[in-house]
């Protein structure tokens, strides 16, 4: 069965950083391109970056341009964003997504809070 799961949100203060990783499992990531969304309290969720699959092209929201970076790890079966310079704005959750089909897919969120 096609699975997206993230992992590595969590509390951090302004200015630091975290690592997320979308790890897939049923499938092979690297034949897709991966998103990478966030959906603050009361808002709608919005697209942060995303990375084909070949070549592996980024893109990036105007927001976090600078401060974040996908990448791949094919061995891993891994899309990762590297968040920096964390901003309380930055505060949601993140969902990474990829179409397979038609089909989207969605992992089940991890929280990133950035706070003092």
């Known amino acids: 069965q096609e699975q997206l799961v993230e992992s590595g949100g969590g509390l951090v203060q302004p200015g630091g950083s975290l690592r997320l990783s979308c790890r897939a499992s049923?499938?092979?990531?690297?034949?897709?391109?991966v998103a990478w969304f966030r959906q603050a309290p009361g808002k709608k969720r919005v697209g942060v970056s995303c990375?084909?699959?070949?070549?592996?092209?980024?893109k990036y929201a105007s927001s976090v341009k600078g401060r974040f970076t996908i990448s791949r790890d094919n061995d891993e079966n891994t899309v990762y964003l590297q968040m920096n310079n964390l901003k309380r704005e930055d505060t949601a959750v993140y969902y990474c997504?990829?179409?397979?089909?038609?089909?989207?897919?969605w992992g089940q969120g991890t929280q990133v809070t950035v706070s003092s």
């Open positions: 997504n990829t179409q397979i089909l038609g089909r989207s897919y």
């Open positions: 990375i084909n699959s070949n070549p592996a092209e980024t």
């Open positions: 049923g499938f092979i990531l690297d034949s897709y391109s």
